[in-house]
């Protein structure tokens, strides 16, 4: 159980053009949602928290219409990277989170690997 | 706002030994969560073990067992038996009760060696 699904795994893009990733908890519902970025050799950065039906909340310094965030269902939040450029390239990990209250676990994605040409 | 540290960056285990990799956290909640995650090749992120801060007993799951010393804020994650497969980043992180956000350690890399 708990498992979460990214799609795409990996994209190539032209710099200028926006990107679509998606994030789908697969047997259980996810209020919360989480994006995360990580580049080589280092942690997570938390990018922004997603809520279904709510907007999302962005850590100090993500630009919020740079990158977009979805949370339109109990199971599927989706990341839009838009105009894309060569520093946006990066590995992208989603996150569900699995409960209430003070039991909160976060399961995460298996990544999506951008490049941006 | 808390803190994670692991400060081994690296770390080496012959299969079939044991190895202890060192967390420290640093949080001014009373109530809070601790978590290791390993993080294969792959670089899915892989829940190994969890902790509720107001339990006393040490979390285990199969071979990985954790010591956990709450007035020391020490989380340190045991992996007996090592197997080729735990070789990976493991990262250590906390979730205050209440809240939501993980706070990660930096990592540490578990080479296992034959």
């Known amino acids: 159980g708990a498992v979460v699904s990214q799609h795409p795994s990996w994209v190539i893009c032209k710099s200028g053009t926006s990107v679509k990733i998606e994030c789908r908890s697969l047997?259980?519902?996810?209020?919360?949602m989480f994006w995360y970025r990580q580049f080589p050799k280092q942690s997570l950065m938390l990018m922004a928290t997603?809520?279904?039906?709510?907007?999302?909340?962005?850590e100090q310094g993500v630009e919020k219409d740079k990158f977009l965030i979805n949370h339109a269902s109990l199971t599927l939040s989706t990341l839009t990277v838009t105009s894309a450029h060569p520093e946006d390239s990066s590995f992208y990990i989603c996150?569900?989170?699995?409960?209430?209250?003070?039991?909160?676990?976060?399961?995460f994605g298996p990544g999506t690997r951008l490049l941006v040409l | 706002a808390q803190t994670v540290t692991q400060s081994q960056p690296e770390m080496s285990v012959q299969e079939a030994e044991t190895v202890t990799l060192s967390c420290t956290y640093d949080?001014?909640?009373?109530?809070?969560?601790l978590f290791w995650y390993k993080q294969p090749p792959s670089r899915q992120m892989i829940l190994v073990i969890r902790?509720?801060?107001?339990?006393?007993q040490n979390a285990t799951e199969n071979r990985f067992s954790v010591n956990f010393q709450k007035a020391a804020k020490s989380f340190s994650l045991k992996i007996s038996d090592s197997q080729l497969g735990d070789a990976a980043m493991y990262f250590c992180?906390?979730?205050?009760?209440?809240?939501?956000?993980?706070?990660f350690g930096t990592g540490t890399q578990l080479k296992v060696e034959l």
């Open positions: 996150s569900a989170e699995l409960g209430q209250g003070i039991r909160e676990t976060q399961y």
């Open positions: 047997d259980f519902q996810a209020t919360t």
């Open positions: 997603s809520n279904e039906g709510s907007k999302a909340t962005y």
């Open positions: 949080t001014s909640e009373s109530d809070y969560y």
């Open positions: 902790q509720e801060a107001y339990k006393q």
């Open positions: 992180a906390l979730v205050p009760g209440g809240g939501n956000k993980l706070t």
